[in-house]
């Protein structure tokens, strides 16, 4: 395994072993050296291509010694268009990196993303925005903050297709008085009218919000939330799907003239 090889995957706490790219060097601090036959190809969502690309490595790839177990590497990656991004690594060694058969990990993973390049595509419509700041979020280890914006989204969505189904915020109660209904009421009609929870997680659509809530309040770590991220946004953009199929079915049924109640055409 080479050091491109690990670059190329997204971060483990696991140490790998990897062919020596450092070998006699003095590994000062401060002391800066290029990468030779360090290839990185990292998956990307292109603008300009609208598509996932890979990017690979473009010109020269350097590092910068910290210590002799710790560097941080530096480079950019390319798309067969042109669109770039730039990534820097911190990368750890659990003996001296100088060896012939260093192990290592990758501590943290940064990039900086020009306009022509995303982590997603933009099959979320307005939601895209929110959905990608959460994904960056997330991999720059805010864990919390990442989570903010998966809440958003997903009261955004329960918000608008109530309003849509003109279902009311409000209730009177048996005092005569307007109140708001809670978000697991609320939330409970808005699927009732509109089936917006995949069925796979239908009885649990409210116990999500809760628990999205309860990072953003702050009863988890902000290791737990990361640990979490990824579960938390399959089931958020699971909603999202959800409405988007059920939107294509039903305009699959207007295009063929199918009633939709049931009813036995005449």
Not at 226 to 235: E, G, I, M, N, V
Request: aromatic share 10%; hydrophobic share 35%.
């Amino acid at each position: 395994m080479t050091l491109g090889d690990i670059l190329s995957k997204a971060p483990t706490d696991e140490y790998k072993q990897v062919e020596g790219f450092l070998v006699n060097k003095k590994g000062k601090i401060g002391q800066q050296e290029k990468l030779s036959n360090c290839n990185i190809a990292l998956n990307y969502y292109c603008n300009n291509c609208d598509d996932i690309r890979t990017f690979c490595s473009a010109g020269n790839i350097s590092c910068i010694f910290e210590s002799k177990t710790l560097i941080s590497i530096d480079g950019i990656l390319a798309c067969n268009c042109g669109a770039t991004v730039r990534v820097w690594f911190l990368v750890e060694s659990k003996n001296d990196i100088t060896l012939a058969s260093p192990e290592i990990r990758i501590l943290k993973r940064t990039e900086k993303f020009s306009e022509k390049v995303s982590l997603i595509d933009n099959g979320y419509g307005n939601f895209t925005d929110s959905l990608e700041k959460a994904k960056r979020a997330a991999r720059e280890g805010f864990g919390a903050g990442s989570i903010v914006y998966l809440r958003t989204v997903f009261e955004s969505v329960i918000k608008q297709v109530g309003s849509k189904e003109n279902i009311e915020k409000t209730f009177i109660d048996k005092n005569g008085k307007e109140r708001h209904k809670t978000t697991e009421r609320y939330l409970k009609e808005v699927d009732e009218k509109r089936h917006i929870i995949p069925s796979e997680f239908s009885a649990d659509g409210y116990k999500l919000f809760r628990e999205l809530s309860g990072v953003v309040h702050g009863d988890y770590s902000e290791d737990e939330a990361l640990q979490k991220f990824d579960a938390f946004y399959r089931l958020v953009t699971g909603v999202l799907e959800k409405i988007k199929t059920n939107r294509e079915l039903m305009d699959a049924i207007g295009t063929l003239g199918w009633h939709t109640g049931g009813e036995e055409n005449e």
